[in-house]
């Protein structure tokens, strides 16, 4: 049906995700009581996880995890915290970690530590007798939950009415819903990641003239420029207002439709941020995310994905300096490891990605205690119809492009 006028919504995991900045750059492990002190709406567990320390958790975990053996696979995606990364048997972005995960058919279940959309690409990734779980149900992601599946069937609705079958080719970023990735499957779409995103984009300009891009405005914004589309050219869908806020000859005219989402913690980089960094060190090189806000990035020397700005800062020379935009627990992983540079975070309050933050350790092992009584807990399913329509959109990404 068409957009009409919507009452404006703001996910709860947009609204907490400053629960947790701290600016004491100390981002070590309480327990779970002090954490819940910050009043957020995380899975209740049992009372007896509650009050247990960063030591009893590792040593229960390893406990637990040399008891599972090779029935269990752990993911970590970059942005946990150091304390559940140890236990990860790999680690990575959403996509290489859910095609690992596919690659270890002995593993019975795959303990994700990440957000709820990876898992679901899990669970669409991998065989039928694997079982997908997210430690902590409640781990979502805001710029994933700044498009629910409604709006977006709203919105595909009104462009193929006001531009016809065939005039939109609809792109999501991996950081959305199995049913938005359903969509794009069904309808020629495709799916990216930050990685491949300018080749995913112009997969789609060689197969229509416009594209609309969920649900990362500033993906999707950066990704354009880089590809030569005009900026006047791109306009932001407000999923809030009939026919996104703008006419029917305006969408007629545009080359790009970019959903009105963001990432809460890559728009807090800033250029004000970046001219800090470069008073402080002439030299320093800055590097962020393509989440950033068009201004920081072009702002910046270098942007790129989690994967390229581990490579860029590994491979550089000692003594080098980078100042990164990119979440805060991967920055200062990146800095431990290269001890021979200086690495720092470009903002100066401690900001975790509070999502990605929710997989506390007494989550895994909660989950794992399970896992040894025989139950499964948190097991997240993708339905057969979604997935197969899904699994099109994300082969047409590995295959195509
Ligand atoms: S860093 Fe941003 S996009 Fe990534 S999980 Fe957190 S809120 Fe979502």
């Given at each position: 049906?068409?957009?009409?006028?919507k009452?404006?919504?703001?996910?709860?995991?947009?609204?907490?995700?400053?629960?947790?900045?701290?600016?004491?750059?100390?981002?070590?492990?309480?327990?779970?009581?002090?954490?819940?002190?910050?009043?957020?709406?995380?899975?209740?567990i049992?009372?007896?996880?509650?009050?247990?320390?960063?030591?009893?958790?590792?040593?229960?975990?390893?406990?637990?995890?040399?008891?599972?053996?090779?029935?269990?696979?752990?993911?970590?995606?970059?942005?946990?915290?150091?304390?559940?990364?140890?236990?990860?048997?790999?680690?990575g972005?959403?996509?290489?970690?859910?095609?690992?995960?596919?690659?270890?058919?002995?593993?019975?279940?795959?303990?994700?530590?990440?957000?709820?959309?990876?898992?679901?690409?899990a669970?669409?990734?991998?065989?039928?007798?694997?079982?997908?779980?997210?430690?902590?149900?409640?781990?979502?992601?805001?710029?994933?939950?700044?498009?629910?599946?409604?709006?977006?069937?709203?919105?595909?609705?009104?462009?193929?009415?006001?531009?016809?079958?065939?005039?939109?080719?609809?792109i999501?970023?991996?950081?959305?819903?199995a049913a938005?990735k359903?969509?794009?499957?069904?309808?020629?779409?495709?799916?990216?990641?930050?990685?491949?995103?300018?080749?995913?984009?112009?997969?789609?300009?060689e197969?229509?003239?416009?594209?609309?891009?969920?649900?990362?405005?500033?993906?999707?914004?950066?990704?354009?420029?880089?590809?030569g589309?005009?900026?006047?050219?791109?306009?932001?869908?407000?999923?809030?207002?009939?026919?996104?806020?703008?006419?029917?000859?305006?969408?007629?005219?545009?080359?790009?439709?970019?959903?009105?989402?963001?990432?809460?913690v890559?728009?807090?980089?800033?250029?004000?941020?970046?001219?800090?960094?470069?008073?402080?060190?002439?030299?320093?090189n800055?590097?962020?995310?393509?989440?950033?806000?068009?201004?920081?990035?072009?702002?910046?020397?270098?942007?790129?994905?989690?994967?390229?700005?581990?490579?860029?800062?590994?491979e550089?020379?000692?003594?080098?300096?980078?100042?990164?935009?990119?979440?805060?627990?991967?920055?200062?992983?990146?800095?431990?490891?290269?001890?021979?540079?200086?690495?720092?975070?470009?903002?100066?309050?401690?900001?975790?990605?509070?999502?990605m933050?929710?997989?506390?350790?007494?989550?895994?092992?909660?989950?794992?205690?399970c896992?040894?009584?025989g139950?499964?807990?948190?097991?997240?399913t993708v339905?057969?119809?979604?997935?197969?329509?899904?699994?099109?959109?994300?082969?047409?990404?590995?295959?195509?492009?």
């Amino acid at each position: 049906m068409p957009t009409t006028e919507k009452i404006p919504y703001i996910p709860l995991t947009e609204v907490e995700q400053s629960a947790f900045c701290r600016t004491d750059e100390s981002l070590d492990v309480k327990p779970l009581a002090e954490e819940f002190a910050a009043v957020v709406s995380w899975q209740s567990i049992p009372g007896e996880y509650h009050y247990l320390g960063g030591e009893e958790l590792t040593r229960r975990i390893r406990e637990a995890r040399n008891a599972l053996g090779t029935r269990l696979v752990i993911l970590g995606h970059h942005y946990q915290r150091d304390e559940i990364i140890q236990f990860a048997d790999f680690r990575g972005d959403s996509l290489k970690l859910s095609q690992q995960a596919a690659a270890q058919p002995d593993a019975e279940f795959i303990v994700f530590c990440g957000v709820h959309f990876m898992a679901e690409t899990a669970d669409i990734l991998s065989a039928p007798h694997q079982k997908v779980i997210l430690p902590n149900i409640t781990a979502g992601c805001s710029m994933s939950d700044m498009a629910r599946t409604d709006d977006v069937l709203d919105c595909w609705d009104d462009l193929t009415n006001v531009l016809g079958e065939g005039g939109i080719i609809p792109i999501t970023y991996m950081n959305s819903t199995a049913a938005i990735k359903a969509l794009c499957g069904r309808n020629g779409g495709i799916v990216c990641t930050s990685s491949n995103a300018p080749a995913v984009m112009k997969w789609a300009y060689e197969r229509g003239e416009r594209i609309v891009f969920f649900p990362d405005q500033h993906l999707g914004r950066n990704t354009g420029l880089k590809l030569g589309v005009p900026l006047e050219k791109m306009l932001v869908w407000n999923p809030f207002k009939p026919l996104g806020g703008h006419t029917a000859e305006e969408l007629q005219r545009s080359k790009a439709i970019l959903w009105q989402g963001h990432c809460s913690v890559h728009t807090r980089f800033s250029v004000a941020q970046i001219n800090k960094a470069r008073a402080a060190y002439p030299d320093i090189n800055v590097i962020v995310h393509p989440e950033c806000v068009m201004e920081t990035g072009q702002a910046a020397d270098f942007d790129g994905s989690t994967e390229f700005i581990i490579k860029k800062i590994n491979e550089a020379p000692a003594g080098s300096k980078w100042a990164v935009g990119t979440e805060i627990s991967l920055v200062n992983r990146i800095a431990q490891e290269n001890p021979d540079k200086l690495v720092f975070c470009l903002d100066s309050v401690v900001c975790p990605c509070s999502t990605m933050y929710r997989t506390h350790p007494a989550y895994l092992l909660w989950t794992m205690d399970c896992l040894l009584r025989g139950e499964v807990t948190n097991q997240i399913t993708v339905d057969e119809e979604t997935a197969r329509y899904a699994r099109i959109a994300l082969d047409r990404m590995l295959n195509e492009v």
